[in-house]
């Protein structure tokens, strides 16, 4: 079983609509959720981050962590073509040591907003 | 220049040859990575330096050899490849200790190995 468990997609949506984008995890010792958003040919950066559990809204982004059911979401309100990307969803362990940095991913979401 | 660079962006090579990938970041970060990304698969960590010292080899084979001079450059030798190392390589940075997940990645080195 892998750590991370994400759709790879592809996912393909009209503008405007509602994204949901998720992963499941399995190791109980992740601590922080990322989510990074990947344009072609490019590197990965850094688009929301969540401590632990809850929710956290950052214009028309709001990601999501459920600890209790190892299951973290990204929504992407009223979407819009430069949207059109890889999500990729990353977890850490606990603070502290040689956790620091030790980033696990999953796949990547490929996603594409049609006007 | 700024934020994360990577050179070259291309490379291909023969299983015999010898060549090296080069990261610079501008960010004045302490910690530094490499990681592998393959089609269909998650991004690999391969390596982690925090002030110029490997914290962390993610079992990767001897073939790949991290070099890491100071604290704003990381070097990937690589040398006798297999072609199922062919992949896009990423070079990050980031501040250490808790803000370590928010990383700056670089454009990558598409490498393909014949």
């Known amino acids: 079983q892998k750590e991370v468990e994400q759709d790879p997609g592809p996912l393909s949506v009209p503008e405007g609509a509602i994204v949901s984008l998720n992963c499941t995890y399995s190791?109980?010792?992740?601590?922080?959720f990322m989510w990074y958003r990947q344009y072609s040919r490019k590197g990965p950066e850094l688009l929301m981050y969540?401590?632990?559990?809850g929710n956290k809204e950052d214009g028309r982004f709001t990601a999501q962590v459920d600890k209790s059911s190892k299951y973290i979401s990204l929504f992407i309100r009223d979407s819009q073509p430069s949207d059109s990307a890889t999500y990729l969803c990353?977890?850490?362990?606990?603070?502290?040591?040689?956790?620091?940095?030790?980033?696990?991913f999953g796949q990547g979401t490929i996603l594409t907003v049609h006007p | 220049e700024t934020g994360v660079t990577q050179t070259p962006r291309h490379l291909v090579m023969g299983m015999t040859n010898k060549k090296s990938l080069k990261c610079e970041q501008h960010?004045?970060?302490?910690?530094m990575y490499w990681y592998k990304q393959s089609a269909k698969k998650p991004l690999e960590l391969m390596f982690v330096?925090?002030?110029?010292?490997?914290?962390e080899n993610n079992s990767v084979p001897s073939r790949f050899s991290p070099e890491c001079p100071n604290s704003s450059h990381l070097f990937l030798h690589l040398h006798t490849l297999q072609p199922e190392d062919s992949a896009l390589y990423l070079c990050?940075?980031?501040?250490?200790?808790?803000?370590?997940?928010?990383?700056?990645f670089g454009p990558g080195t598409r490498l393909t190995v014949t």
């Open positions: 990050a940075s980031s501040q250490t200790g808790a803000s370590s997940y928010e990383q700056y």
């Open positions: 960010l004045g970060h302490n910690a």
């Open positions: 990353a977890m850490s362990g606990r603070a502290g040591g040689t956790s620091y940095g030790k980033l696990t």
């Open positions: 969540t401590y632990s559990s």
């Open positions: 190791n109980s010792a992740f601590q922080y």
């Open positions: 330096y925090n002030f110029k010292e490997q914290t």
